[in-house]
């Protein structure tokens, strides 16, 4: 259980807050007050070993000792996060979500159904237009690219863009992270290898995706298993196309045992993005808001990174010099983040549907 402060945040406070925007060291200052005043706020599905939370969270919590973080359900999926709003619409107790972090799909469909409100932070324009709200109900957080992820025993040069994975030498070594009618880790990998091919986005790109596997099939380089570190260990799967944070996850579980490259592609590079809101019910409004502020702080971004997400102001960071350079050592090149690409959830879905109903007709690789 957790301790009610008693302490109630003033009128004319609670008033300014009804604001989006934070446009002042003096509007921060009484952000700050108003937060600490709530003494609270709720997080949920957010586990210490994805994407660097662990240290988000105590960076947070070092910042700002008088907010107690109540975490919820750490290994909730983004459905079960927005269900979580609604069924604590009326509660105001510990159950009841102020901030959630979901898939890019969750965001607009929470702002339909009002379940999220606005808030603009301090860094708002910074942020690419193209992964977050306009009216500021949810934004980008993080993401990843897709690469290549490389077991260099076997692979004594490493493929620098889509095109390469077609050459003879790479005979027996390509295969994905997922069936490509299913997953979506793996339905973003062919949309990618379509945008590389110079494909429109949306159904175009899923369509030349199609037919860029089709291609690798056929040259015999196709490996239809499903990859993961241990068959890229084992060289089964020696390229392996996965998000950059995962391949980069398995080269430091993998301990140079085999030594591994990880590729962000030349063309073709397509982000994976999470979004970030505050629940329309939430009990520690200006808690919430203030932890956003600290997520889309430099410093917060820095903490994503190291947990290998590229956080959504990554290229204004790498631009302006604040990413720490041990921090980038452990990083694919920075300009190789510089041409990623947001696909919007249209582009997506006709994507998706395009290479889910024909993969198997146009590619033939029944990839389990």
Known sequence: MFKFTGKVLSLSAAALFASTVISSSASMD???????????????????????????????????????????????????????????????????????????????????????????????DSIPDSAKDAEGFWTGDYYGVLSFQVNKDLVKESPKDWADLLKPEFANSVALAGDPR?????????????????????????????????????????????????????????????????????????KGNPPVDVVVPKTGVVAGVYVQAISAFAPHPNAAKLWLEYLYSDEGQVAWLKGYCHPIRFNDLAKNGKIPADVLAKLPPAESYAAAVFPTLDEQGKAKEAITKNWDAVVGANVK
């Open 30 to 124: 009484d952000l700050v007050k108003a937060a600490k005043a709530e003494g609270q706020l709720t997080t949920i599905a957010l586990p210490h070993d994805w994407c660097g939370y662990g240290d988000v969270i105590a960076g947070f919590k070092a910042k700002y000792p008088e907010i107690t973080i109540n975490e919820l359900n750490p290994d909730a999926g983004s459905g079960d996060e927005v269900e979580a709003i609604k069924a604590n619409k009326d509660n105001k107790g510990p159950q009841a979500p102020d901030v959630i972090d979901v898939g890019l799909s969750f965001g607009p469909s929470a702002k339909k159904d009002g379940l999220i409100q606005a808030y603009k932070v301090s860094t708002w």
């Open 182 to 254: 299913a997953s979506n880790q793996a339905i973003q990998a062919v949309y990618a290898a379509g945008l590389s091919s110079g494909a429109a986005a949306g159904e175009a790109a899923g369509t030349a995706g199609l037919d860029y596997f089709k291609k690798l099939n056929a040259a015999g380089n196709f490996v239809p298993v499903i990859g993961k570190a241990a068959t890229l260990a084992q060289g089964q799967t020696p390229i392996l196309v996965t998000w950059d944070y995962n391949a980069l996850a398995g080269r430091d579980t993998l």
